[in-house]
């Protein structure tokens, strides 16, 4: 398989590198995203997340480290029948945000909530239709409304049976020095 890393933040370069990358692939051929992001812009996310669901070969994710913030909401928009996590990997998951001196200042207007509100169900809406809510909110002791409302900003870890055990990904697999030297190859 081709392997596309997605080793980095998620803003207006990587994604266009994420883009490109997809762009220079045959229909025939097979891709592997890798992934270990601490996440970033939902909206170059979400272009990154289109991209990779229009590539019609086959498709897989397997997640290395992190996948953080708009990392873990990419998992919750593509198919979990193909997403594979190390046993060491975590994932985040939170409201999209302003920096906390930003949404408390003047300069967080009303127009800025409302687009940041939408943003954040639309968020909502993909992981509650991916995963199973009440076994989240049972493991983690939070309401997934309370984690994507505006009234504060709550960070959920998951590990990665976390991730499996709420219907995000399909397997994990335990890391072995095998694995250690292929992923340090990398």
């Known amino acids: 398989p081709k392997e ?16 490109n990358s997809i762009n220079e692939l045959e229909p025939t051929d097979e891709l592997n995203m890798r992934m270990n ?33 708009m990392g873990l909401m990419f998992l ?4 979990k029948e ?3 996590v190390l046993d060491v990997a975590e994932g985040v998951l939170h409201r999209a945000a302003y ?3 930003f949404e408390s200042s003047e300069y967080f207007t009303e127009a800025l909530r409302g687009n940041l509100e ?3 169900g639309s968020l909502m809406t993909a992981f509650k ?3 199973d809510v009440k076994k989240l909110e049972e493991l983690k002791g939070v309401k997934l409304k309370d984690v994507f409302s505006m009234d504060a900003r709550l960070d959920v870890f998951l590990t990665a049976n ?25």
Do not use: C
């Open 37 to 69: 992001t601490t996440g970033g812009n939902p909206e170059y996310g979400w272009g990154m997340i289109a991209k990779f669901n229009e590539f019609e070969g086959k498709k897989s994710i397997k997640v290395d480290g992190q996948a953080h913030s």
């Open 118 to 120: 939408r943003i954040n």
């Open 99 to 101: 920096p906390d001196w």
């Open 162 to 186: 976390d991730m499996k055990d709420i219907g995000l990904v399909s397997k994990v697999t335990k890391i072995t020095p095998k694995k250690a030297s292929e992923l340090a190859a990398l």
């Open 129 to 131: 239709n991916r995963v």
């Open 4 to 19: 596309i890393l997605l080793y980095s933040g998620i803003n207006e370069y990587s994604s266009v590198d994420f883009i």
């Open 82 to 84: 193909n997403i594979e």
């Open 76 to 79: 919750a928009y593509t198919d």
